[in-house]
């Protein structure tokens, strides 16, 4: 593509040659003569300068650097930018392969298994070696990857690419103990998710136990992700890879969620609730702001006296509490 095609389809302010032809999309650093690359990060503009990039997209704040260096396009939002333009290029690769092959790819692969009593909108594609099970329902341009399997009565909403080994309606985690065994518990629901949702691979969404569990509009979701049953996930909130959400919590919209982090089960989460990586959430959050909750790595033998120290801190606080007392008023 050249620049001019792409600043007529996503906008910005062009300097430098129209008619560059661009041939991939790259980082700064390793960026080639043909390539389009971008600075989010002023912090990085060390990188800009030394780039060999054909054009790199800028905020108006770095348009005097990024000149000096040579072409670019100006936008408010230069990730953003980025963003679009990969989806632009996809698009351009897409239709350029179905060009050479001739042929379109099929919507439903043939060793796909989809119920007769399921709904599989006429725009979705279905990959290889996926299961769509009795009663689920598929929404308009849902594309799901290989070995993706959706459960009976779930239904998948508008617009969602699900990854491949995603697992939507499997039965959560519920037993009733009986003496020393475990008794099943029946899960009855089934999962809701909404429309403009990813899922990334590997992730698996339980079904409800007697209501459904939900994810709403636009839910980003990484790699292998656990939600557990009756979970409601609220719009827009994004969770990172491995993070592992309990039974009946409630997170709600725009949230983040850093890799690894875990969220106890019966929990609440606010709107704009932002959680660091790897960390515990054992109590709900209401108020927006940004949490962590992680011991950070050291030294062994460091972090060894570091833990003992803690151990004592309950005493060591009774201690100051009856010394206070003992001080004259």
Not at 144 to 158: H, N, P, Y
Not at 191 to 197: C, H, R, T, W, Y
Request: charged share 20%; net charge neutral; glycine share 10%.
């Amino acid at each position: 593509m050249d620049l001019a095609s792409i600043v007529q389809v996503l906008g910005g302010e062009l300097h430098g040659d129209a008619a560059c032809v661009i041939t991939g999309l790259a980082p700064l650093e390793t960026a080639s003569s043909q390539d389009l690359s971008f600075l989010s990060n002023p912090k990085y503009q060390q990188q800009l300068a030394a780039s060999q990039a054909a054009c790199v997209i800028v905020a108006p704040a770095m348009r005097e650097v990024a000149l000096a260096r040579g072409a670019c396009i100006v936008t408010a939002q230069p990730y953003l930018y980025f963003a679009k333009v990969t989806q632009l290029w996809k698009q351009q690769r897409d239709r350029a392969q179905r060009a050479v092959s001739g042929m379109a790819a099929p919507l439903v692969h043939p060793s796909a298994v989809v119920d007769a009593a399921a709904v599989v909108d006429a725009t979705a594609r279905i990959g290889p070696l996926c299961v769509v099970e009795a009663g689920a329902r598929i929404g308009a341009h849902t594309v799901l990857k290989s070995r993706v399997t959706i459960g009976e009565d779930c239904v998948v909403g508008a617009r969602c690419l699900l990854h491949a080994g995603v697992v939507i309606g499997a039965d959560g985690f519920g037993f009733a103990p009986d003496g020393e065994r475990w008794e099943k518990i029946e899960q009855l629901g089934a999962v809701q998710i909404g429309d403009d949702v990813e899922i990334g691979a590997n992730t698996c969404i339980d079904r409800g136990a007697l209501h459904d569990t939900v994810i709403e509009d636009g839910v980003k979701l990484d790699n292998l992700i656990q939600i557990g049953h009756n979970v409601r996930v609220g719009r827009n909130t994004a969770m990172a890879g491995c993070v592992g959400v309990a039974g009946s919590a409630t997170i709600g919209p725009n949230c983040t969620i850093g890799g690894g982090a875990i969220v106890l089960g019966h929990l609440t989460l606010g709107a704009h609730v932002h959680i660091s990586a790897a960390t515990v959430v054992s109590k709900s959050i209401l108020k927006p702001g940004h949490y962590t909750g992680m011991f950070p790595i050291d030294e062994n033998a460091s972090w060894e006296r570091n833990a003992a120290t803690l151990k004592q801190l309950h005493g060591l606080r009774d201690r100051i509490k009856t010394l206070e007392k003992e001080l004259p008023k």
